[in-house]
């Protein structure tokens, strides 16, 4: 099966973008098209999951017609179907599930489904076929904050995550406290670039010395408080001090746990997934503390940070090559752990 070329169609749906790849031999991406909703969302200041899966039912379709037609394949030079079956929204992955599993059904093709946050981490294997294991893998996005350790490619071990709100949910609630906007994301780091991150010292909750795992939630209160203690005393609020201070702190608890991998456990490589590992300030950061200890920091391209289908078509063929199929039976799991 590793002599002939496999070609996989996958189909990503699990929050607000509808996406759909061509992926050959688990490194080649032929096609990736994604159809975003943010303009719809924006408004709302986040994701409301009944339009992300009406949006999803409207845009299916053409995604998956456009992603064939880029790569100049049809249905039949599919070798395998693949989808996100979690964690997500539920109403978006019932919509990619529903046309993964027709087109495979339809064509006589293997079913693969996929987890979302192993999409993620093999994002990484896109652009670095490269990386030496074994890693630490710190996976940040809207709903994950996971710290791995990547032994073998499809073998990891869960060193931490978080209690409560992820990295990135933390810095969407911030945003629109901030009033900035809609990816949160984005709009922090923006106007952290014309702040002070020394300006107001929030906390940084690095939680029990002996554990991995993160917390969010606490910080996030403390940048609430200070916004309406400041509006009660009818003090001046520099919005962009503020979102250089969060950042800080969010960025310093993150690079903490990863170091503290490093030194715990034998690693060559540290590895970044997910959309908040787009954030400028936290790679460099991260950069500047492993280049002390020679250890090499990968991350995907801008493209294969956000959600995409690349990414699941990578995992899905690693799957493929053990045989690792799913029936048709496979249902959405909108909290499915890795």
């Given at each position: 099966?590793?002599?002939?070329?496999?070609?996989?169609?996958?189909?990503?749906?699990s929050?607000?973008?509808?996406?759909?790849?061509?992926?050959?031999?688990?490194v080649?991406?032929?096609?990736?098209?994604?159809?975003?909703?943010?303009?719809w969302?924006?408004?709302?200041?986040?994701?409301?999951?009944?339009?992300?899966?009406r949006?999803?039912?409207?845009?299916i379709?053409?995604?998956?017609?456009e992603?064939?037609?880029?790569?100049g394949?049809?249905?039949?030079d599919?070798d395998?179907?693949?989808?996100?079956?979690?964690?997500?929204?539920?109403g978006?992955?019932?919509?990619?599930?529903?046309?993964?599993?027709?087109?495979?059904?339809?064509?006589?093709?293997?079913?693969?489904?996929?987890?979302?946050?192993?999409?993620?981490?093999?994002?990484?294997?896109?652009?670095?076929?490269?990386?030496?294991?074994?890693?630490a893998?710190?996976?940040?996005?809207?709903?994950?904050?996971?710290?791995?350790y990547f032994?073998?490619?499809?073998?990891?071990?869960?060193?931490?995550?978080?209690?409560?709100?992820?990295?990135?949910?933390?810095?969407d609630?911030?945003?629109?406290?901030l009033k900035?906007?809609?990816?949160?994301?984005?709009?922090?780091?923006?106007?952290?670039?014309?702040?002070?991150?020394?300006a107001?010292?929030f906390?940084?909750?690095?939680?029990?010395?002996?554990?991995?795992?993160?917390?969010f939630?606490g910080?996030?209160?403390?940048?609430?408080?200070?916004?309406?203690?400041?509006?009660?005393r009818?003090?001046?609020?520099?919005?962009?001090?503020?979102?250089?201070?969060?950042q800080q702190?969010?960025?310093?608890?993150?690079?903490?746990?990863?170091?503290?991998?490093t030194?715990?456990?034998?690693?060559?490589s540290?590895?970044?997934?997910?959309?908040?590992?787009?954030n400028r300030?936290?790679?460099?950061?991260?950069?500047?503390?492993?280049?002390?200890?020679?250890?090499?920091?990968?991350?995907p391209?801008?493209?294969?940070?956000t959600d995409?289908?690349?990414?699941i078509g990578?995992?899905?063929?690693?799957?493929?090559?053990?045989?690792?199929?799913?029936?048709?039976?496979?249902?959405?799991?909108?909290?499915?752990?890795?």
């Amino acid at each position: 099966m590793k002599n002939k070329n496999v070609i996989i169609l996958a189909i990503e749906t699990s929050c607000d973008e509808t996406a759909a790849a061509v992926v050959k031999n688990g490194v080649e991406v032929l096609s990736n098209i994604v159809a975003s909703q943010v303009d719809w969302h924006r408004k709302y200041g986040g994701v409301v999951p009944e339009i992300a899966s009406r949006k999803h039912l409207e845009f299916i379709n053409p995604v998956v017609k456009e992603a064939l037609d880029r790569a100049g394949l049809t249905f039949k030079d599919l070798d395998a179907v693949a989808c996100t079956y979690g964690p997500g929204l539920v109403g978006g992955l019932l919509v990619g599930l529903s046309a993964a599993k027709a087109i495979a059904y339809a064509t006589g093709k293997p079913f693969i489904g996929v987890n979302h946050i192993a999409g993620h981490i093999y994002a990484n294997f896109i652009s670095h076929n490269d990386i030496e294991l074994p890693a630490a893998c710190l996976t940040i996005s809207g709903g994950h904050t996971d710290l791995l350790y990547f032994k073998n490619r499809g073998e990891y071990k869960i060193l931490g995550r978080t209690r409560d709100d992820a990295a990135g949910e933390a810095f969407d609630k911030t945003a629109r406290v901030l009033k900035l906007g809609y990816p949160g994301g984005p709009a922090i780091e923006k106007a952290a670039r014309d702040g002070n991150p020394r300006a107001v010292d929030f906390p940084r909750p690095f939680l029990e010395k002996d554990t991995f795992d993160f917390s969010f939630s606490g910080l996030k209160t403390a940048v609430i408080n200070y916004i309406h203690n400041r509006k009660q005393r009818g003090q001046e609020i520099n919005v962009n001090d503020v979102a250089a201070g969060f950042q800080q702190a969010v960025i310093d608890v993150l690079v903490s746990k990863v170091i503290k991998v490093t030194k715990k456990l034998p690693v060559k490589s540290v590895i970044l997934s997910g959309g908040v590992a787009a954030n400028r300030s936290l790679r460099s950061q991260l950069q500047k503390e492993l280049n002390y200890r020679n250890i090499p920091l990968y991350y995907p391209r801008l493209e294969y940070c956000t959600d995409n289908a690349a990414m699941i078509g990578v995992v899905a063929y690693y799957q493929y090559l053990k045989g690792d199929f799913n029936d048709l039976s496979l249902n959405a799991e909108a909290n499915l752990k890795l």
